[in-house]
């Protein structure tokens, strides 16, 4: 089993919470660390909503959970049993015992709307991303450590972290199933969410969406592309996919400095495997000369920072990118309350930044700024910027990988 840096924290909030409810897409890996962390739990209890016989086992959710209230219940696909949130309040309520519930979902809108108003302030929300590269960064003997790890890291950029994706036998293998994949969310697991819009709408906009990835959200093109829906529709189908764990939307950062801000959101596939998949790029060569491997590669390191925030600051880390009408940019520019750091992200192995990047760094006042590449080691480009490979995300941030 590949170790995710997550399953600490994972462990520490169940040891102050009474329930944990870990978010993530499909497939990516929830199941496996929550049965993993059940292992290490004497006597947990691993009931998965899919499955006929254990939906019955919460026909009485109340006997149920007083039963086993000196266990730890694992409850999988907990979106698709909305009215269990009613019935967990009064039971955490009556036994507050920290790391007594583990619930796994796959819908974050769904859950967090179905779970703010009944678990208020007695469980702690975590999202497991796709598989990161500091998690799956193979070791390589010298002389041939970095050009070997440089090749990895393509493979993992072009495959994404969605599990059965990355550890796929062959790139064929690979695309089939990350097709398959949005195939079946399209047509299965939005409708099961109570999703009337027809499959094929849905399936038409996120390919269109993935041409859009790492650019400004451009509602009214879209709505164009579509037949000439309206905006506010558009706006509402890029809502779905958010909630379902397939696409991120990233806010421009608003500072009172005078200037005219871009006001639009960012919009980035959250595996770039899924997007690749979209895009009908199935492998590595392919990748390299296709029009959006620069806007792949900003979702590639966008995604690793945004995976990371949960673990900054105690979690108030927020990200944002900056970018103003005369030219000054910052790809990603992450508050923590404390400072902020900004990041330039450039798919090159000798990246160079321009004015707008140190016009953005002024105007911000960051405390430190990056630029993350496909590179193999770090170096200064001034007193307060450094050019960084990816693996180095987690150490300027501040967390243990």
Same mark, same amino acid.
């Given at each position: 089993m590949i170790k995710r840096i997550?399953?600490?924290?994972?462990?520490e909030r169940l040891s102050f919470y009474p329930g944990v409810v870990l978010l993530?897409?499909?497939?990516?890996?929830?199941?496996?660390?929550?049965?993993?962390?059940?292992?290490?739990?004497?006597?947990?209890?691993?009931?998965?909503? +899919?499955?006929?016989?254990?939906?019955?086992?919460?026909?009485?959710?109340?006997?149920?959970?007083?039963?086993?209230?000196?266990?730890?219940?694992?409850?999988? +696909?907990v979106q698709t049993m909305p009215d269990l949130f009613v019935q967990l309040r009064p039971e955490i309520d009556a036994d507050r015992?920290?790391?007594?519930?583990?619930?796994?979902?796959?819908?974050?809108?769904?859950?967090?709307?179905q779970s703010a108003e009944s678990l208020a302030g007695r469980v702690s929300y975590l999202e497991l991303p796709p598989l990161l590269w500091s998690e799956v960064q193979p070791e390589f003997p010298a002389p041939h450590d970095a050009t070997q790890n440089l090749l990895a890291l393509q493979d993992h950029w072009q495959r994404g972290?969605?599990?059965?994706s990355y550890l796929a036998k062959t790139d064929?293998?690979?695309?089939?199933?990350?097709?398959?994949?949005?195939?079946?969310?399209?047509?299965?697991?939005?409708?099961?969410?109570?999703?009337?819009?027809?499959?094929?709408?849905?399936?038409?906009?996120?390919?269109?969406?993935?041409?859009?990835?790492?650019?400004l959200f451009n509602a009214s093109a879209l709505a164009v592309a579509m037949g000439g829906i309206s905006h506010i529709t558009v706006g509402r189908y890029l809502d779905i996919f958010c909630?379902?764990?397939?696409?991120?939307?990233? +806010?421009?950062?608003?500072?009172?400095?005078?200037?005219r801000l871009v006001k639009s959101p960012k919009v980035y596939f959250r595996d770039t495997g899924l997007l690749h998949g979209l895009l009908g790029i199935g492998n590595a060569q392919d990748l390299q000369g296709h029009p959006m491997s620069g806007y792949s590669w900003e979702g590639l390191v966008i995604n690793h920072i945004a995976a990371l925030l949960p673990l900054v600051a105690g979690g108030n880390a927020s990200l944002y990118f900056y970018r103003t009408a005369a030219g000054a940019e910052l790809d990603a520019v992450v508050d923590t309350g404390q400072e902020r750091i900004g990041f330039e992200i450039k798919l090159s192995d000798a990246p160079r930044v321009t004015k707008g990047f140190w016009n953005?760094?002024?105007?911000?006042?960051?405390?430190?700024?990056?630029?993350?590449?496909?590179?193999?080691?770090?170096?200064?480009?001034?007193?307060k910027a450094q050019v960084i490979p990816v693996l180095e995300v987690a150490k300027v941030l501040g967390v243990k990988a």
């Amino acid at each position: 089993m590949i170790k995710r840096i997550f399953s600490t924290e994972l462990q520490e909030r169940l040891s102050f919470y009474p329930g944990v409810v870990l978010l993530g897409a499909r497939q990516v890996g929830k199941s496996t660390l929550a049965q993993a962390v059940a292992a290490q739990t004497s006597g947990a209890v691993f009931l998965d909503l +899919e499955l006929p016989a254990d939906r019955a086992k919460l026909d009485n959710p109340a006997a149920f959970f007083a039963a086993h209230r000196e266990r730890l219940v694992v409850i999988d +696909e907990v979106q698709t049993m909305p009215d269990l949130f009613v019935q967990l309040r009064p039971e955490i309520d009556a036994d507050r015992r920290p790391g007594r519930f583990l619930l796994l979902g796959s819908a974050s809108g769904v859950l967090l709307r179905q779970s703010a108003e009944s678990l208020a302030g007695r469980v702690s929300y975590l999202e497991l991303p796709p598989l990161l590269w500091s998690e799956v960064q193979p070791e390589f003997p010298a002389p041939h450590d970095a050009t070997q790890n440089l090749l990895a890291l393509q493979d993992h950029w072009q495959r994404g972290g969605m599990p059965l994706s990355y550890l796929a036998k062959t790139d064929a293998q690979s695309l089939r199933w990350r097709n398959d994949y949005l195939q079946a969310v399209v047509r299965r697991d939005l409708p099961s969410l109570g999703i009337h819009i027809p499959s094929e709408t849905l399936w038409r906009f996120l390919r269109m969406l993935a041409h859009q990835h790492g650019q400004l959200f451009n509602a009214s093109a879209l709505a164009v592309a579509m037949g000439g829906i309206s905006h506010i529709t558009v706006g509402r189908y890029l809502d779905i996919f958010c909630d379902a764990l397939i696409v991120r939307k990233v +806010e421009p950062y608003f500072v009172n400095l005078g200037k005219r801000l871009v006001k639009s959101p960012k919009v980035y596939f959250r595996d770039t495997g899924l997007l690749h998949g979209l895009l009908g790029i199935g492998n590595a060569q392919d990748l390299q000369g296709h029009p959006m491997s620069g806007y792949s590669w900003e979702g590639l390191v966008i995604n690793h920072i945004a995976a990371l925030l949960p673990l900054v600051a105690g979690g108030n880390a927020s990200l944002y990118f900056y970018r103003t009408a005369a030219g000054a940019e910052l790809d990603a520019v992450v508050d923590t309350g404390q400072e902020r750091i900004g990041f330039e992200i450039k798919l090159s192995d000798a990246p160079r930044v321009t004015k707008g990047f140190w016009n953005a760094c002024t105007d911000l006042q960051v405390s430190r700024a990056y630029v993350v590449a496909p590179v193999t080691s770090s170096w200064p480009l001034a007193d307060k910027a450094q050019v960084i490979p990816v693996l180095e995300v987690a150490k300027v941030l501040g967390v243990k990988a």
